[in-house]
């Protein structure tokens, strides 16, 4: 053991009657900086982390994080029919980073109820029978509908069934069905929940008169969100400039393209989290510097009798070096049990809620992993440390010969 840890530990942990003891103000006030400074930090990256979590969960559930669509398709809901097989579905799923493949169909819709209609958008769902339909709690606020009600549907449609509807083409016919809403959904997505109605996949294929293996698209989920440019890349490698049995030419699309918008706004909060956890290092590190040079000068008789007994300048800023460590590793210790309960608290009881018409989730998501914490406290120790060296450097301005001698 080093002299300066030696003296370290008998100036933190002594007896509080002891003298040599830093008195309990300086300690309080220089864990409670670190401490509220590591709650917020932990707070600030579980709520940040847990916000983009959720909503990329609620776009993928829509859509996927990869979409297989025709060249020619654009960024509307009536998309060109591509062609797709069992060798397709298979080489797809057997990708490392693919989760799932599903085919989707999409058609506009006009949807009537006795006294009002609307303009939709029909995409395919599994577990919905041919008559059935499910719809956003927006749409049935709008339409006066309910669990069990009946509406009528309409569809344009080509009777060749070789592309996207053309509203010009005198080939085009009007094809009705009458639906039952059987069950109400909520994204708090306005572009999903004002407009898309969820409906049976055959039901939406036959209207097209499209064949077995015509669908609108096939919608990928990856196994992790941060692996969604390379599997984008391996599947664009594996498809692109790939034409199916007609001829229709394969085109990737991935989750952010195609909502450019929401993902822009998330990267934001990457940009507010590095501002508010350097804010907090900062504030936390000075807290500590107040705390150290309080110490140091409490202990200014105790560092000239030392120096006259012969420790040098070195070992004595190593010694509050050291104290300054002991009292940072304490503040996260009682920072990191604050910041985690708060975490589960609100992960358990959500007793922080929010407006979903402003910020798409009922409550404030939480999702923080054990490494994100310790690498916060890692962080906010090295940096905090860093910052209290030249601080500690004090102490070689005390001149023993005139504190011995009461100046």
């Known amino acids: 053991m080093s002299v300066a840890y030696f003296l370290a530990h008998r100036i933190r942990f002594r007896k509080s009657s002891d003298a040599q003891r830093v008195t309990p103000p300086a300690v309080r006030i220089a864990i409670a900086g670190i401490a509220v400074g590591l ?17 990329r969960d609620k776009i993928a559930d829509f859509g996927g994080h990869l979409q297989i669509v025709a060249l020619t398709s654009g960024k509307g809901f009536d998309k060109q029919p591509i062609c797709y097989g069992d060798s397709l579905l298979t080489s797809i799923k057997g990708m490392e980073y693919v989760a799932s493949v599903e085919p989707f169909i999409t058609k506009p819709s006009v949807i009537k109820t006795s006294d009002d209609f609307l303009s939709v958008v029909m995409k395919s769902q599994e577990g919905l029978d041919e008559r059935e339909i499910s719809i956003s709690e927006s749409i049935a606020r709008k339409l006066h509908l309910k669990i069990g009600d009946k509406v009528q549907a309409f569809f344009v449609q080509n009777s060749a069934a070789e592309g996207a509807l053309s509203y ?13 809403v059987v069950s109400l959904y909520q994204t708090h997505f306005s572009q999903c929940d004002d407009q898309m109605v969820l409906a049976n996949f055959g039901m939406l294929q036959q209207l097209g008169a499209w064949e077995e293996d015509m669908v ?8 992790d969100f941060d692996q969604l440019y390379e599997a984008y890349d391996a599947l664009t490698d594996q498809v692109s400039w790939t034409q199916d049995r007609r001829g229709t030419q394969y085109c990737v699309q991935n989750i952010e393209q195609q909502n450019p918008q929401i ?31 309080i110490i140091i000068l409490e202990k200014a008789q105790m560092i000239a009798l030392l120096k006259a007994l012969g420790c040098n300048n070195d070992q004595l800023q190593r010694t509050f070096l050291y104290v300054a460590m002991f009292l940072v590793l304490q503040g996260l210790f009682w920072g990191d049990i604050i910041g985690v309960g708060l975490c589960v608290v609100q992960s358990v ?7 979903p018409e402003n910020y798409y989730l009922e409550w404030v998501p939480i999702s923080i992993t054990g490494w994100q914490i310790l690498a916060l406290n890692l962080g906010a120790l090295v940096i905090t440390m860093l910052m209290l060296v030249v601080p500690s450097m004090l102490v ?3 001149s023993p010969g005139k504190m011995l001698a009461g100046e």
């Open 39 to 55: 709650v917020v930090m932990i707070l600030t990256v579980a709520i940040v982390v847990g916000f983009k979590q959720k909503i």
């Open 168 to 180: 010009g083409n005198a080939e085009a016919s009007v094809k009705a069905r009458t639906l039952t």
């Open 216 to 223: 609108s698209g096939l919608q990928i989920r990856v196994n």
């Open 263 to 293: 993902f822009g706004w998330l990267e934001l909060l990457d940009t507010n989290v590095w501002v508010i956890l350097s804010l907090m290092v900062v504030v936390a590190a000075f807290t500590m510097i107040s705390g150290l040079l």
């Open 349 to 355: 009881w959500h007793p922080l809620s929010l407006n």
């Open 396 to 398: 070689s301005r005390i």
